[in-house]
């Protein structure tokens, strides 16, 4: 949950950086956001087309490491941001400055991933409306982000499925109102459960988990003509999704952050906190007091960044 995960400090800054300055308070992202390519100016991508085709091992303009261990053998980056080191090297097109944003570190540091994730798949990607009928497969940081997203757009039925039965009761606290675990569905497949619990299918399937096998079961669980999946899993084994072509008038989003630009989303999602949105600061007292149960590490140290 926490790989990507972190809040730093400016130690120093190479040449030509000027979006921050020592001393400020960054959120590292692993997706790219240089702000002047074609992608990074339109609203309908978040994929960057200068940094945005790969995750480098290495800084983004050059492909070359800045650490070294203590024999001076290469030591790679990892998500552009390395988040679990003490100090790191970060290009500027994956930070986002919140120094105007006072959040408590340990709140700001979910802003990087699996919070803004989920809230922007619900709200940029499903554009989730009142009175719909929400399927998330996978209740971890996303699927639950995703919950509180469909709530505060007025989801009357937001079902979780999950392996673990213990994520119900978490679940409930995020806007979850039903649940589904596909070991106790017997001869039934998990589509036909929510089909029966929706009345044809959910409007809106987000697949948090990262296989093909769920990825296509969020899609049959989606009402056929106009039912809508978003993917926001990455699949873990590379294995290839294989979708019904008769099934009509549904749609598939293969979503990455959710649909969140960072360097403009973040920002504002860190001033709702600000202002008291109590959707947004539930859901980040919520997730920390989680990881503190979980024993989950929320990184918030030191930056140094530099093209």
């Not at 109102?177 to 039934?188: E, R």
């Not at 296509?216 to 294989?242: C, D, P, Y």
């Amino acid at each position: 949950m926490a790989f990507v995960m972190s809040t730093r400090v400016v130690e120093s800054i190479g040449e030509h950086v000027e979006e921050v300055k020592q001393g400020d308070t960054v959120v590292p992202v692993f997706l790219a956001n240089c702000g002047e390519c074609r992608d990074c100016k339109s609203p309908k991508s978040n994929q960057c087309s200068k940094f945005g085709k790969k995750l480098y091992n290495g800084m983004p303009r050059d492909g070359t490491s800045r650490f070294r261990d203590m024999n001076g053998q290469t030591v790679y980056h990892f998500f552009c941001v390395s988040s679990f080191s003490e100090y790191s090297v970060v290009d500027v097109a994956h930070l986002v400055n919140i120094n105007h944003y006072p959040l408590p570190p340990e709140k700001a540091c979910l802003l990087s991933c699996g919070i803004s994730t989920g809230l922007g798949a619900a709200w940029k990607e499903a554009d989730v409306e009142e009175g719909s009928t929400v399927a998330i497969f996978g209740l971890g940081a996303v699927g639950l982000a995703v919950a509180v997203g469909a709530k505060q757009r007025g989801a009357t039925k937001i079902i979780g499925v999950d392996i673990n039965d213990e994520k119900f009761e978490i679940g409930k606290r995020f806007g979850i109102t039903d649940f589904v675990n596909p070991s106790t569905c017997g001869d039934k497949s998990v589509s036909e459960v929510i089909k029966e619990m929706t009345n044809g299918g959910a409007d809106y399937c987000f697949e948090c988990i990262g296989l093909s096998s769920l990825m296509a079961e969020a899609f049959n669980s989606s009402r056929n003509g106009w039912g809508k999946t978003v993917i926001l899993g990455v699949e873990m084994h590379g294995s290839q999704l294989t979708l019904n072509p008769y099934l009509l008038g549904r749609t598939v989003i293969l979503s990455l952050f959710g649909g969140i630009k960072p360097k403009s989303d973040i920002p504002l999602l860190a001033n709702k906190y600000l202002d008291k949105v109590s959707v947004i600061k539930y859901i980040l007292i919520r997730c920390v007091d989680i990881c503190r149960k979980k024993h989950v590490m929320l990184l918030y140290s030191v930056v140094i960044t530099g093209p």
